[in-house]
């Protein structure tokens, strides 16, 4: 299979030009044009539990691929599987059951801006609406692998090859990113082939016709216009996941980057933001209703949210929404009973404004963790849980 | 089986006074002597990467259980099973295959004492030597689980009763403590019913005949003494439950506390002490090699351990060791593959001595969790992970 061009092999044109993107809402906060890079206004996030499709969102590393048609996509699984397999679309959604998931995606870079203040940082400045919650469905991976008889006391690692070409990759293979076998086979861990994103198909900027969700996992796993599945030994050599994603130690910047030491990320941490007020509104005096999201990884859940007026002397619990069930002051069962949960938790509380002032925000989740105070610096920008802090102004009189 | 006495029935002697203690090494730190409450002076600690037994902390609740026999010893198992079992010491030794797992345990009260300067806290006054690392045997508690034929779609927890009788205990069973049975039938989670530590027969301390090791979780957890096992569908109601071990919010106190608010606290956050020095130590200018341990919950693994010794402007890596081999620079195969890692690292790094001074340390585990600056105070004083911070004092000449 060596030297094999999986995207044109699965369906796709080549396409190493803009001139094929596919049209976006003008709602959307554009921080890289090409590749099409983009967040959602933090203030539209809380606005409901599951983020528009066209709201979502956007990370992409190269144009948007194109599929020649709907019928001729395949997706290959093969490696250490006893049985290599080519599915069609529709084998994806007749040979095997359908299964849904709420999960939250965060993109590792996800607040990006607020760390590069610190020192400065490449990457795409990512505010704090490169998050989302949706539901996804798909076949299970799972199922996938155990139809191609995976041998799970060989392979230990499970590659997925996308069919974009980003210019960071050496080889011009397509996106690549991988998991651990042990990930992909529980069932608790929900690991899904997805098609369908909030009950509608993909759309092509969400990884048109199909899509890996890893729940629990940064952005960045969960990779868009699958193509193509390896089952391995060793984790993916791919420039994603050994030469970015890394949460290298602050003491490291291009100059003595060793990409070697520190595993590439995985696991969401604890974190927790403030999307209503945005940072720099002018308010008068008087209650307002902060509202904000918050997530962990390892399907946990967010225990509390705190919130502190008086630079953080004093913090207030917030009122939490998971879904339509207001969480506080009731220990929901599944926590108790070990079952795991991939959504986002929305937040909201009446404070009392009185500006110039500073809104803190900090989570803690059902394992006892919660977030640093500053952001831990790092060359890749990635992974800022720190407390969220929005600076509100006075109004001003328009005389 | 209501109002059956199960201490009794498990072959132990009554036991609520304090005059048939085991002997203790003078060595450790007695928090509290009735119940004995003991910390291993945390100097020792870095020492060896398993905590010999008799310098091990001490978590006791109420006397010391008296074993009448071994041969009196029944474990009784029941609730939500097809097959009840009642198993001696010598059926869970040559019926069950034996499981080895290095572990860490750490009482959810440590570093009490530091949390304890914000606003008083009553309970063991714990330093930071309630933590420690050991090699347990034992039994698997899922096959125990699968013997007495758990219905998992029936049962959602499994209940642990200790021989001891802790004064809160209002229904005065023993000590009651249940963990998710989701938990307990994954393999890879480990839990243990184990008779021996380190090698050896468990000591009287430290639950002889039979305990229970849930790696990942609290100490509280951990039942000794162990008696019975019961499956159910709720979380058990004991106290240690329902009203202690629950990182409540800093608001409530002694006079507006819900109990019901907070789920019971099961899941290690990430953690990280010094240890050698000591708190206020006196020594003079030079190089010193600063020593500690690390640890965090759920089978991650420490990724960092960083120190500051100028108030927190610049962090240092510290070397970790774990077992014998030293693991910077290395990314270990299993954290990639996603195996779990129960134990704890040691970390050492010299830094330039200059009192006087503060030593500050913090981790980073492998899911992005890092701890926060302050402890979040709580009415229990239970899982204070903040930054770990050390004075240092000039050496006084002595004229």
Same mark, same amino acid.
């Given at each position: 299979?060596?030297?094999?061009?999986?995207?044109?092999?699965?369906?796709?044109?080549?396409?190493?030009?803009?001139?094929? =993107?596919?049209? @976006?809402?003008?709602? *959307?906060?554009?921080?890289?044009? &090409?590749?099409?890079?983009? /967040?959602?206004?933090?203030? !539209?996030?809380?606005?409901?539990?599951?983020?528009?499709?066209?709201?979502?969102?956007?990370?992409?590393?190269?144009?948007?691929?194109?599929?020649?048609?709907?019928?001729?996509?395949?997706?290959?699984?093969?490696?250490?599987?006893?049985?290599?397999?080519?599915?069609?679309?529709?084998?994806?959604?007749?040979?095997?059951?359908?299964?849904?998931?709420?999960?939250?995606?965060?993109?590792?870079?996800?607040?990006?801006?607020?760390?590069?203040?610190?020192?400065?940082?490449?990457?795409?400045?990512?505010?704090?609406?490169?998050?989302?919650?949706?539901?996804?469905?798909?076949?299970?991976?799972?199922?996938?692998?155990?139809?191609?008889?995976?041998?799970?006391?060989?392979?230990?690692?499970?590659?997925?090859?996308?069919?974009?070409?980003?210019?960071? =990759?050496?080889? @011009?293979?397509?996106? *690549?990113?991988?998991?651990?076998? &042990?990930?992909?086979?529980? /069932?608790?861990?929900?690991? !899904?082939?997805?098609?369908?994103?909030?009950?509608?198909?993909?759309?092509?900027?969400?990884?048109?016709?199909?899509?890996?969700?890893?729940?629990?996992?940064?952005?960045?796993?969960?990779?868009?216009?699958?193509?193509?599945?390896?089952?391995?030994?060793?984790?993916?050599?791919?420039?994603?996941?050994?030469?970015?994603?890394?949460?290298?130690?602050?003491?490291?910047?291009?100059?003595?980057?060793?990409?070697?030491?520190?595993?590439?990320?995985?696991?969401?941490?604890?974190?927790?933001?403030?999307?209503?007020?945005?940072?720099?509104?002018?308010?008068?005096?008087?209650?307002?209703?902060?509202?904000?999201?918050?997530?962990?990884?390892?399907?946990?859940?967010?225990?509390?949210?705190?919130?502190?007026?008086?630079?953080?002397?004093?913090?207030? =619990?917030?009122?939490?929404?998971?879904?339509?069930?207001?969480?506080?002051?009731?220990?929901?069962?599944?926590?108790?009973?070990?079952?795991?949960?991939?959504?986002?938790?929305?937040?909201?509380?009446?404070?009392?404004?009185?500006?110039?002032?500073?809104?803190?925000?900090?989570?803690?989740?059902?394992?006892?963790?919660?977030?640093?105070?500053?952001?831990?610096?790092?060359?890749?920008?990635?992974?800022?849980?720190?407390?969220?802090?929005?600076?509100?102004?006075?109004?001003?009189?328009?005389?």
């Amino acid at each position: 299979m060596n030297g094999h061009i999986s995207y044109e092999y699965a369906g796709y044109l080549r396409t190493e030009k803009y001139d094929k =993107e596919p049209p @976006r809402r003008k709602e *959307l906060i554009v921080n890289c044009e &090409k590749p099409f890079n983009a /967040e959602t206004r933090p203030d !539209l996030l809380p606005r409901s539990f599951y983020v528009p499709n066209d709201l979502f969102f956007v990370r992409n590393h190269a144009p948007v691929p194109v599929l020649r048609s709907e019928e001729e996509f395949r997706l290959r699984v093969e490696g250490i599987v006893a049985y290599p397999l080519l599915l069609s679309l529709q084998d994806l959604k007749t040979k095997f059951r359908k299964h849904t998931v709420t999960a939250v995606l965060q993109c590792a870079g996800n607040r990006r801006t607020e760390m590069s203040r610190i020192k400065p940082i490449q990457g795409v400045p990512w505010l704090h609406g490169a998050a989302g919650n949706a539901v996804w469905s798909g076949a299970l991976l799972k199922d996938v692998l155990m139809a191609a008889g995976v041998y799970p006391n060989k392979a230990e690692h499970v590659e997925f090859e996308g069919a974009d070409l980003p210019p960071e =990759e050496e080889n @011009r293979s397509g996106y *690549l990113a991988s998991i651990p076998l &042990k990930k992909a086979l529980d /069932e608790d861990q929900e690991v !899904l082939l997805a098609y369908e994103m909030n009950g509608e198909i993909l759309s092509r900027d969400h990884g048109y016709p199909l899509r890996v969700i890893v729940p629990g996992f940064v952005g960045a796993r969960s990779v868009k216009w699958l193509s193509r599945i390896i089952c391995k030994m060793d984790s993916s050599e791919g420039f994603f996941m050994t030469k970015d994603y890394k949460y290298l130690p602050s003491s490291m910047d291009f100059g003595n980057v060793d990409w070697s030491s520190t595993p590439p990320i995985m696991n969401l941490s604890v974190q927790c933001a403030i999307c209503d007020p945005l940072p720099d509104t002018k308010l008068s005096q008087g209650p307002y209703k902060v509202r904000g999201y918050a997530l962990t990884g390892k399907g946990d859940h967010i225990m509390r949210v705190e919130l502190s007026v008086n630079g953080s002397k004093d913090w207030q =619990e917030a009122k939490l929404i998971k879904g339509e069930k207001i969480a506080n002051r009731e220990i929901p069962k599944r926590i108790t009973a070990g079952l795991k949960d991939w959504s986002w938790v929305l937040w909201e509380l009446v404070v009392d404004i009185k500006p110039p002032m500073v809104i803190m925000a900090r989570a803690i989740d059902s394992a006892c963790n919660t977030q640093p105070e500053v952001p831990l610096w790092n060359l890749r920008g990635v992974m800022n849980n720190s407390w969220h802090k929005v600076n509100i102004l006075p109004l001003t009189s328009a005389l």
